[in-house]
């Protein structure tokens, strides 16, 4: 069992570049979702899912799109990445009452 | 959401008891209570959950008010490897998380 993973671990972009963050998990759950963690801040929603198909936005969507096609794979796009998008992106999935986080992907925005 | 209050930081020293407050006077009465904890450099991780009754778990015991309007996580011996942020959530069924600033725990050997 991997848990959640996520990909790259590491990311550097240009202002205005496009990329996908991916996630991944193995625990057939349903309810997935993306946070970022600002310096010295606590963890932000930004996008969720209770299921294939299904998607909504968290507290701080806007810059980000997501999708879910199969049970799987949650990822996170960044359309235009600006400097204000400098974080650490964690992806989560639920199981239960308990969420299982992923080791994030630390991402630089220049 | 109904919002936590907890000390911005602690300190124990190893093999001693560690008792985390947290402070939710506006708690709705479907909100449960968790708690998770998150290791530098690492994403957050599960500690424990509850809605009336006291929890216990190989990790930690969560004991709540009787009014529900705060809540104490307590690890029963501190060991060098428990210094983490500790977050106290409120919410239903764990989803949709909202993450305050938490509580900076220190261990001393």
């Known amino acids: 069992n991997a848990g959640v993973t996520q990909t790259p671990k590491f990311q550097v972009l240009k202002t205005g570049q496009s990329m996908t963050l991916q996630c991944a998990q193995d625990?057939?759950?349903?309810?997935m979702s993306w946070y970022r963690q600002d310096p010295g801040m606590g963890l932000r929603l930004i996008h969720y899912?209770?299921?294939?198909?299904?998607?909504d936005q968290g507290e701080v969507p806007n810059g980000y799109n997501v999708s879910r096609s199969t049970t799987e794979d949650f990822p996170l796009r960044l359309l235009s990445a600006a400097p204000s998008q400098t974080s650490v992106y964690f992806c989560?999935?639920?199981?239960?009452?308990?969420?299982?986080f992923g080791p994030g992907t630390r991402l630089t925005v220049l | 959401d109904a919002k936590t209050t907890q000390p911005n930081s602690m300190e124990s020293n190893e093999e001693e008891p560690v008792h985390l407050p947290c402070n939710h006077s506006t708690i709705s009465g479907t909100d449960y209570i968790h708690w998770y904890r998150q290791l530098p450099s690492q994403g957050p991780e599960y500690v424990i959950h509850?809605?009336?009754s006291n929890v216990n778990n190989r990790m930690a015991s969560l004991a709540i008010a009787e009014d529900r309007k705060s809540s104490t996580l307590i690890l029963h011996r501190a060991t060098l490897r428990d210094a983490a942020v500790y977050y106290c959530i409120l919410g239903y069924y764990g989803n949709k998380l909202v993450f305050g600033a938490g509580t900076i725990l220190r261990v001393k050997s």
């Open positions: 509850g809605l009336t």
């Open positions: 989560a999935s639920k199981g239960n009452n308990e969420q299982f």
């Open positions: 899912s209770v299921g294939a198909g299904i998607t």
């Open positions: 625990m057939n759950h349903e309810y």
